[in-house]
């Protein structure tokens, strides 16, 4: 079953501005990371952040997480038309497997982000 | 990170028949992770392959439809079988970060269309 539930499930905004994205998850995790997908093809992974961060950068991407509200946010600031593009959050199934570690991930619905030129 | 060549990236079938996609990696994995998109919905995790032992399959999925095998630590393929319109789906394989062992590689796809 899904872990993750984002949301909006899709945003559509104009080039230049911020877009925000939520996740919701139901267990409880070690980290919590994002993906990007083009075009139904394959997943690139975008920032990881630890159960023991509440916030982390990585270029125009923001990235936060509150395990009280079992719940992160990804903001993308100053968006570009190749922002566009499907999100996902994802949390390790480490309840599948011992060790941890990249014991597969389960994802989230995704949101499709549109951003119009 | 690691690079992953998957294919074929697309494929149209006929139903009954079976398909085998291919996955290879640049380095060597312990684990190799296979993914189903059906369309406009999220990632599921059919299987877990590592090498020299039998593929662990996700609730729902068995080895009968799925068959996966592992050769070699850079290598899986993942064959969907006796295929219905219901298959229609991007399959994607994936390995974990070999630094970290958390982060997810992912290869391109497989988009398949059952008629």
């Known amino acids: 079953s899904q872990q993750g539930e984002e949301d909006p499930q899709a945003l559509s905004i104009q080039e230049g501005e911020n877009a925000t994205m939520n996740c919701s998850y139901k267990t409880s995790i070690n980290n919590l990371q994002w993906y990007r997908q083009n075009s139904g093809r394959g997943l690139v992974h975008l920032i990881l952040i630890r159960s023991n961060e509440r916030e982390k950068h990585s270029g125009r991407l923001r990235v936060t997480l509150d395990t009280s509200k079992k719940s992160s946010s990804l903001l993308i600031t100053a968006s570009r038309a190749a922002d566009t593009a499907s999100y996902f959050c994802?949390?390790?199934?480490?309840?599948?497997?011992?060790?941890?570690?990249?014991?597969?991930?389960?994802f989230g619905k995704g949101t499709h982000l549109i951003i119009q030129p | 990170s690691a690079v992953i060549s998957q294919k074929p990236s697309r494929d149209i079938c006929q139903r009954g028949t079976s398909l085998t996609i291919q996955c290879q990696v640049d380095?060597?994995?312990?684990?190799m992770f296979w993914y189903r998109q059906q369309p406009g919905q999220s990632l599921t995790l059919i299987a877990t392959a590592n090498q020299g032992s039998e593929a662990t399959y996700e609730s729902g999925f068995v080895i009968d439809k799925f068959p996966i095998s592992r050769p070699n630590l850079t290598f899986s393929t993942l064959t969907v079988s006796n295929m219905s319109p219901e298959d229609s789906s991007i399959y994607l394989c994936?390995?974990?970060?070999?630094?970290?062992?958390?982060?997810?590689?992912f290869g391109s796809g497989t988009q398949l269309s059952v008629l």
């Open positions: 994936s390995v974990g970060d070999s630094a970290t062992n958390e982060k997810l590689f």
């Open positions: 994802a949390t390790p199934l480490t309840s599948m497997y011992s060790g941890g570690g990249a014991d597969g991930l389960t």
């Open positions: 380095s060597q994995v312990t684990m």
